[in-house]
């Protein structure tokens, strides 16, 4: 677990000590020390402009970051006049320890300037808490850090509203206070004292009529913690305690209190044009530099508005408020999972082996193994819930009816009738894709003529009985197998086409129970007589012991199927992990939980996943982590019980070690960035009561996949504070497979006796939405907390070379010299060896053009002042506020009529403006270079890999042949497979990379357009990516 960042932390410093107020005020410093039982910055929610101004006349103290690296501790203030920044205290005369904000050019966010970057205290600085002024005509910059995100984010906001509005500021500031809130609760208000039967609306509402409303906006809000608000102003202006009325100042104080979210005001502000409210110009830029949405109108726009806007006069003139961009930002539009996964959108037409099936151990139970209940409800439940392979152990049972039951434990029995039933109803109410039913059977002859009837009486004609193909290397798809059983059970041999025959029993219980002895021997499987028509029934998955990895390749059928007890399963994973993947191909391999686990207990799935292992038995019935893990994992292909495999586990010819702690070969890595924001109404855990109604909340994040990808972060914890904690903590994990990663949140209150669960959500790495997102929190059990939400920002990058991310700057640049390239191996047979090598000069020149396409748009986005998240259109709409000459003018355009838009100067230059059209150019000729070279390498890497594969049938021959015996054969056979996977990577990388450059320079034209930085150009007009989604391509 990495260390959080904690608030304060030690930098070398000149100046006075840190102060012990979080926000750094003069009051702060002034103020005799108490106990504070807020969380937020002050009494009062940052809601405006004049808020955030305000708080800047009084001052704070902040860090000024040099290009030395010493940090010195001032304090910072705004003149009473609103003309210039000051601080004390300074070694410089008064009148120069101060910039005039009229000279201001830029107020930035981040540690995006070259002092931050190349500073040796860029660790120890929260991205959150850093902000830089770019001032005066050589682009100077003040590079600051505050204690805490709000502070930031209060400098940011008040200092981009002054260089708007420069000495119009204070009559903006006196026009804002009509806002279109104010307005809109003024109208609710008098809406309400009607409905009390009260004309006369000074005379206020009832009590209970103002908590109602605070409600309705906010639903998740304490009821009795209002009222006591309301109460609590009541006293402090000494109204009469028995006035049961609450009066519109009163009613409009406690809704800004509880329905005002300072984070997403200075969200709100980042994007307004006039820093109070979104019109329709404002809010098509944050859908699509933020959000990812593409396709966007002002009619889009606008049609979100007349959604979310609450006031009438919002909606009529097109303007989203406060109160409507919260609307939206906590709808299910901004719902963290991709909303196209909640139906099925992958390829179903691959064979069964190419899926995950989402699989119930003893699926009867509802409680533990030895003692626990069985009850129908086990298969209802899991079926539900897309389960498509449950369990069944068949007994003899009294009166001639075959009951189930764990044979060797306590656990009272159900009719096999009964069970049948259950699933011939639910099979197919979740999803349409084949059930497996896996039968243990231990009944006699007789009553096994008793369970052939049930079945075919029951499931009949939906039961899977065309014998397999011969000829057939792979099982049919789910596709073709829709609305089909298929039972899992023991086989007669071919040679039994008239009689039943004897086969080894299955005895999961038995073996359970041998477990609990002290010293159990080992006894040989027994064996049974097998009913052939039951045998018959058994087509697709059919039953077989486990001998080694080479026995299976020589021998094994694809229709038939291996059981593995997890014990044996990671070892296994831990000793021939490519063994495991290659074997899994081509064959479905079930894994069940350890006998030893008699609670229920579940295994973690994903250390079966990454061997392939396609069907993982879950106790459905023991909630946690790992049934967190396989139920969000089964959620991202529309909950139907499948979900296809990454495409290098499926390949016929590919390396993957399931235990790698590094990167994949032929996978890109990606970089996740996650910030945590905040919380919302976070319940005190249950049953916990040691800190009455008091929450801590701190958050972790949690990524599980493959070794490599497997840690957590967290954040600090915001004490006494449930309702809307602010945590405001970035966070960055390298993802080297992502199609096996999983993002988890969990929310836990931290306590000294021990830190309880308040809830979390799973989620696989493919269904997040990039961008602002609220995070909905589930229990322990998996139900939804009501009103109980994270709100994140989400990204995700491409990894990038260059060292640690404070040595990126624009000095850092990898040359070619450094640069790492991708080795092929040699395999000692010096036919294939030659073929490959044909390939060296081609996996440079391939790597050369992405990694300089890569470079160029990172030194671009590090000009252009913005995050290593940003994408080319945020970087566009960012340069948009500094070129601007004295008259206004721009002083840099582009034109976009060829397909790679040119930045063209509109007269001369300063030095910070020339480096950046310089920039541009050699990130316009990298990606130019992409578009026209890659085609052809590509293909000529693809020939190559043809070329190697016609050796892959003859290649123990040839290795025979060099002299290579045992594991020099092996290895050979290793390298083989790694070099094809290699081949294949670069391949697709290269086609990834053309793709994102022609998304790269749709971006740039379409920001251009949006910024107003294009030259008057005829026939000009939006080119919109196809790489996202539009608003109006998902699924309803």
Not at 95 to 115: F, H, M
Not at 573 to 601: C, Q, T, W
Not at 937 to 953: P, R, V
């Amino acid at each position: 677990v990495c260390q959080c960042r904690r608030e304060g932390a030690e930098l070398e410093c000149g100046g006075p000590p840190p102060l012990s107020r979080q926000d750094g005020s003069r009051a702060g410093r002034e103020r005799k020390k108490t106990v504070s039982f807020s969380s937020s910055l002050s009494e009062k929610k940052i809601s405006s402009a004049a808020d955030c101004i305000h708080s800047m006349v009084e001052g704070s103290e902040l860090k000024k970051v040099r290009t030395n690296s010493r940090v010195y501790q001032r304090y910072y203030l705004l003149d009473a006049g609103l003309q210039a920044l000051c601080w004390e205290p300074s070694k410089k005369e008064s009148d120069k320890a101060r910039i005039s904000l009229a000279s201001i050019r830029e107020v930035r966010t981040g540690r995006n300037t070259e002092t931050f970057r190349t500073s040796g205290v860029y660790e120890q600085i929260s991205e959150d808490c850093a902000f830089s002024i770019i001032y005066g005509e050589l682009y100077e910059s003040l590079d600051l850090v505050a204690n805490s995100a709000e502070v930031a984010n209060i400098w940011v906001t008040g200092l981009r509203y002054l260089k708007q509005y420069g000495k119009h500021a204070l009559d903006m500031l006196a026009s804002s206070q009509d806002s279109l809130r104010h307005v809109w609760l003024e109208q609710l208000f008098s809406s309400a004292a009607d409905s009390d039967g009260h004309e006369d609306v000074d005379e206020g509402i009832r009590l209970q009529s103002a908590v109602s409303l605070i409600q309705s906006v906010n639903p998740g809000v304490n009821g009795g913690k209002v009222e006591h608000r309301f109460k609590e102003l009541q006293r402090v202006r000494e109204r009469m305690c028995g006035n049961e009325r609450v009066t519109k100042q009163e009613f409009i104080e406690v809704f800004h209190d509880f329905c005002t979210r300072p984070e997403i005001y200075f969200l709100l502000v980042q994007f307004s044009s006039n820093k109070e409210f979104l019109d329709t110009k404002d809010l098509m830029r944050f859908l699509e530099a933020e959000q990812g949405m593409a396709q966007v109108s002002e009619e889009t726009s606008l049609k979100l508005i007349q959604s979310h806007e609450p006031s009438e006069e919002g909606r009529q003139q097109g303007y989203l408020s406060l109160d409507g961009f919260t609307s939206y930002l906590t709808s299910s539009e901004c719902h963290l999972f991709e909303r196209e996964h909640g139906i099925v959108c992958q390829d179903m037409s691959q064979p069964l082996s190419h899926y995950y099936i989402n699989s119930s151990h003893n699926t009867y139970l509802i409680e533990d193994q030895f003692r626990g209940p069985s009850d129908i409800s086990g298969y209802i439940r899991a079926l539900k819930m897309g389960c498509r392979c449950v369990e069944v152990d068949v007994w003899d049972g009294p009166d001639e009816e075959p009951v189930v039951c764990t044979g060797h434990s306590l656990s009272p029995p159900l009719a096999w009738r009964c069970v049948l039933e259950a699933i011939g109803k639910y099979a197919f109410v979740a999803s349409e894709y084949p059930l497996i039913v896996c039968i243990e059977n231990h009944c006699s002859h007789q009553q096994q003529k008793v369970m052939w009837q049930h079945l075919m009486r029951i499931l009949g004609e939906r039961i899977h009985t065309d014998p397999p193909d011969g000829g057939e290397s792979y099982l049919p798809s789910p596709d073709a197998l829709r609305h089909r059983i298929l039972l899992k059970g023991k086989k007669l041999g071919s040679g039994s086409d008239v009689e039943d025959g004897e086969v080894s029993e299955e005895d999961e219980g038995a073996e359970m129970c041998q477990r609990l002895k002290s010293n159990p021997p080992q006894l040989p499987p027994k064996r049974f007589q097998l009913l052939k028509e039951l045998s018959d029934l058994v087509t697709l998955c059919c039953s077989i012991r486990f001998t080694d990895f080479q026995t299976s390749s020589e021998k094994q059928k694809s229709w038939e199927l291996c059981s593995f007890h997890e014990t044996l399963a990671l070892r296994l994973a831990s000793e021939s992990p490519g063994d495991f993947v290659n074997h899994n191909k081509h064959f479905l391999s079930r894994v069940y939980p350890s006998p030893m686990r008699i609670d229920s207990s579940n295994m973690n799935p994903q250390d079966l996943w990454k061997c392939g292992c396609q069907i993982v038995s879950m106790n459905f019935q023991t909630a946690g982590l790992m049934m967190d893990l396989n139920t969000a994992w089964f959620r991202q292909n529309g909950s139907c019980g499948y979900v296809l495999r990454p495409a290098i586990m499926r390949q016929e010819v590919s390396y993957f070690s399931a235990d790698t702690r590094d990167t994949v070969p032929g996978v890109s890595p990606q970089l996740l960035h996650v910030k945590v924001i905040s919380g919302q109404n976070l319940p005190k855990p249950r049953g916990s009561g040691a800190k009455g109604n008091v929450v801590d909340p701190y958050v972790y994040v949690e990524i599980h996949g493959i070794p490599a990808d497997c840690t957590e972060r967290r954040t600090r914890t915001v004490t006494q504070n449930g309702d809307n904690p602010i945590f405001d903590e970035s966070f960055e994990f390298q993802i080297n497979l992502p199609e096996l990663a999983m993002v988890r949140f969990v929310v836990l209150d931290d306590d000294f006796i021990g830190d309880e669960f308040i809830g979390q959500y799973t989620i696989p790495l493919e269904c997040l939405q990039p961008g602002y997102r609220h995070v909905p929190l589930q229990s322990l059990t998996g139900e939804e907390l009501p009103h109980a939400k994270l709100f994140v920002h989400v990204a995700l990058t491409n990894r990038r070379g260059g060292g640690k991310p404070h040595k990126r700057g624009l000095s850092v640049r990898k040359a070619r010299k450094g640069r790492d390239y991708t080795a092929l191996r040699d395999l000692g047979v010096r036919a294939v060896d030659d073929v490959f090598k044909m390939a060296a000069p081609q996996l440079r020149e391939a790597t050369d053009l992405r990694e300089n396409m890569q470079n160029s748009v990172a030194v671009f986005r590090e000009l252009c002042g913005v995050s290593v998240v940003a994408n080319l259109m945020q970087c566009v709409l960012a340069l948009g506020s500094r070129v601007s000459g004295p008259d206004g003018v721009p002083l840099i355009l582009f034109d976009l009529r060829d397909q790679y838009p040119t930045l063209e100067p509109q007269g001369p230059l300063p030095d910070v403006l020339r480096r950046v059209v310089s920039t541009y150019d050699m990130m316009v000729q990298a990606s130019r270079a992409v578009i026209e070279l890659s085609d052809g390498i590509h293909d000529k890497i693809l020939h190559i890999q043809t070329m190697a594969m016609e050796f892959h049938e003859k290649l123990q021959s040839l290795a025979a042949k060099e002299g290579l015996k045992g594991r020099k054969v092996s290895r050979a056979l290793e390298s083989f497979s790694w070099n094809i996977t290699i081949l294949k990577g670069q391949a697709d990388l290269l086609k990834h990379a053309k793709a994102e450059v022609q998304e790269n320079m749709k971006q740039v034209h379409d920001a251009a357009l949006t910024g107003n930085l294009t030259k008057e150009c005829a026939g000009v007009r939006r080119v919109r990516s196809q790489t996202r989604r539009g608003q109006d391509d998902r699924p309803t």
